[in-house]
């Protein structure tokens, strides 16, 4: 995955979501599991005209994983089975991982194929992937924090957020102390590192003094993605630890994503126009990683908002794609005209996401 063209340590602070658009009264589906259908009429479109052997054409490598692992939420969400065969080959495909954050996304949707279709060597992988980088590429420049690139180039918020969450995962399913212990480190590496602003949004990395080896945030865009992957991560911990903190912190920054990165009509945006093609992935990794949170969360004011939240854009990417009759575009206003199997997952993940 290229660098992305993620700031002080996220206080501790209510988990209010002040500032999310009210949705319309109108996007609610009228039936249960009408945006899981909605979802799945997306990915019929994107397996028509995207879909190859084992792979999406314009979406290979790191980001067959996020394809993939949208498959596998909404397998497990609808039951829907049209594509087993794709998930099983597209999860074994591992060609075009050559950086650090590549491989992590790999670890994840590995771990998530584990647990739909039960196969040891999905497991196997994932936890021999994972020790690999984290006994190669987690160092003390920066006071730790694991590498982007083998070339130990660049340390930044993706990579430590994937550490994280693969982390959670692992422990999941195998209930192994390491991983616990490897959540809570790539954790607090993060809280501390200066990514994080006081807004509760993260910057895409650290610029490190050659000379004094100090590290400071770079202060590049605050991508949606970077906004999304902890998400699950935090979660998770509260989770295994039984501390709430975490949960609250997800879902402070979730809110803060969706009250600033957002048009006036509270449509999720990218801080800069120029996303390249990596960018067609970021508003569906929000979009999922916002959906694992929201199935931890009790029903309430802070999930209905998020609900809502999530339903006003899903409501955008519905209108957009002529009701799935056309592709999404990658703005979800409409306006960019920038289309490709990425940007048609992003839409089918804010979909699936809307269906909670």
Known sequence: MLASTGARALRAEPASITGVHAAPENVEASQPGEWSARAGTALELLDARWGREGDWQGAGGWQRFVLV??????????GDPRWDERIAKALRNRRGLALNDDALWAVIASVDGYRLEGDPELLDYAATRFAQLVTT???DTCGGGLWWDPRRSYKNAITNEL????ATRLYRATGQESYRAWALRGWGWIAASGMIGDDALVRDGLAIDTRTRTCRSNGQPRWTYNQGVI????SDLTEMTGDPTYRARAVAMAGSALARLTHADGTLRE???AIGADGLSFKGIF???LAYL???LPEGAQKQALREAARRNAAAVWRISEEGRAPVDSDWTGAKRQFGAAAQGSGAAMLLAADR
Not at 69 to 78: Q, T
Not at 163 to 166: D, I, P, S
Request: proline letters at 7%; charged letters at 20%; zero cysteines.
């Open 231 to 234: 998400l699950s991560g935090l």
């Open 69 to 78: 692992d949208l498959l596998i939420a909404y397998r497990e969400r609808s």
């Open 271 to 273: 801080p800069v126009p």
């Open 294 to 296: 929201m199935d931890a």
């Open 163 to 166: 550490l994280v969450t693969a």
């Open 137 to 139: 590429y987690w160092d």
């Open 287 to 289: 979009a999922f990683h």
